[in-house]
């Protein structure tokens, strides 16, 4: 199966509490079909007490999304697009929509 989102894409939160910003993908596991984005969804963890962390804490970190509530940055408006696939020269690539621009190769086809 093609790849819609890559990692290192700016992705447009399309729901939830963040809905309307972007940021960068940090991992994908798509297998759960999930998505982390720098800087969205975060969350408190807290910490049990270590020899190395002696008091514990708290910490912020992003917790994963589904892939479904995010959708490519077109490059040329800055808004979110869909993707369709184009093969030239035996080379898939992934072009937005709304644009046309590309937003690089998937893989050879």
Do not use: C
Request: glycine residues 12%; without cysteine; proline residues 4%.
């Amino acid at each position: 199966m093609a790849s819609r989102i890559k990692k290192d894409d700016v992705v447009y939160i399309r729901s939830g509490d963040d809905k309307g910003k972007t940021g960068k993908v940090l991992r994908i596991n798509r297998d759960a079909g999930k998505v982390v984005v720098e800087g969205i969804n975060m969350v408190w963890k807290h910490l049990k007490p270590t020899q190395t962390n002696p008091k514990g804490g708290r910490i912020q970190k992003e917790a994963a999304l589904n892939i479904a509530k995010v959708q490519p940055v077109d490059p040329k408006t800055g808004k979110g697009t869909r993707v369709k696939f184009v093969i030239t020269n035996g080379e898939k690539h992934r072009i937005a929509i709304k644009s046309g621009s590309d937003l690089g190769l998937v893989n050879k086809a």
